[in-house]
């Protein structure tokens, strides 16, 4: 795993195993989801060796993480604005770092501060990795971890999809546009197969936390 800086962002750090990663790893886009960050982290690292080649960076907005507000230092919610002809460095130094790269699959990593449930975004092309998914949600209820049944956030024109045991399948049609998302973004530039995007719950312990994202890491991306 060799670690990089962006040349123009140097506090933008990310990490690339093997010449041709078909895997990419965000977390760290709001700053009040910043305790999700060092359990990604931990994790990367515990399975680098058996995980498949890949680019992971640790935290997509820095400024935001640093301040730990949703919003960075200029006032963005990356997670809005992610566009390609978006003028936010935080923005444009993340899609270099993509330049050049297809991924079979995309996994962001968030944490929802209001929830103690746990929730996945699958918007995926792959019936593997959703069954792997759906295994990973039935081990985890097993384990006493809450999944969210109902909406994410309907107060958030971006969001308000149902989930169901703590799922929400998604197929996107093939054209479709960028919502200033940053998964959505690299669906639409055909730079992905597959997005995941695991909601951590907020209102929970760190170790419960640091448990559903070392057993993600295990039972869908290893």
Not at 75 to 89: M, Q, V
Not at 106 to 129: R, T
Request: with cysteine; aromatic share 10%; glycine share 6%.
């Amino acid at each position: 795993m060799i670690r990089k800086m962006s040349e123009k962002l140097p506090e933008l750090e990310y990490f690339i195993k093997g010449t041709n990663p078909k895997l990419l790893i965000h977390s760290g886009t709001h700053g009040d989801e910043f305790e999700v960050v060092d359990f990604v982290r931990k994790a990367v690292e515990k399975y680098e060796n058996i995980l498949p080649d890949f680019i992971f960076v640790p935290i997509v907005s820095p400024s935001a993480i640093k301040n730990k507000t949703r919003l960075n230092k200029n006032g963005h919610d990356l997670n809005r604005i992610f566009f390609s002809d978006s003028t936010e460095i935080e923005v444009t130094e993340n899609i270099k770092i993509l330049d050049g790269f297809d991924f079979d699959l995309v996994v962001s990593f968030h944490e929802d501060p209001e929830f103690d449930e746990y929730y996945i975004y699958d918007e995926g092309q792959s019936d593997l990795i959703s069954s792997k998914v759906l295994k990973h949600i039935e081990k985890l209820n097993s384990l006493n971890v809450k999944l969210l049944n109902g909406v994410d956030d309907p107060s958030d024109p971006h969001l308000g999809h149902e989930f169901k045991n703590g799922y929400a399948k998604f197929d996107h049609p093939e054209g479709r546009e960028a919502d200033g998302t940053a998964t959505l973004w690299i669906y639409s530039e055909k730079r992905a197969k597959g997005i995941l995007v695991p909601e951590i719950p907020g209102r929970v312990s760190l170790q419960k936390k640091e448990l559903i994202v070392d057993t993600f890491f295990v039972d869908v991306l290893c």
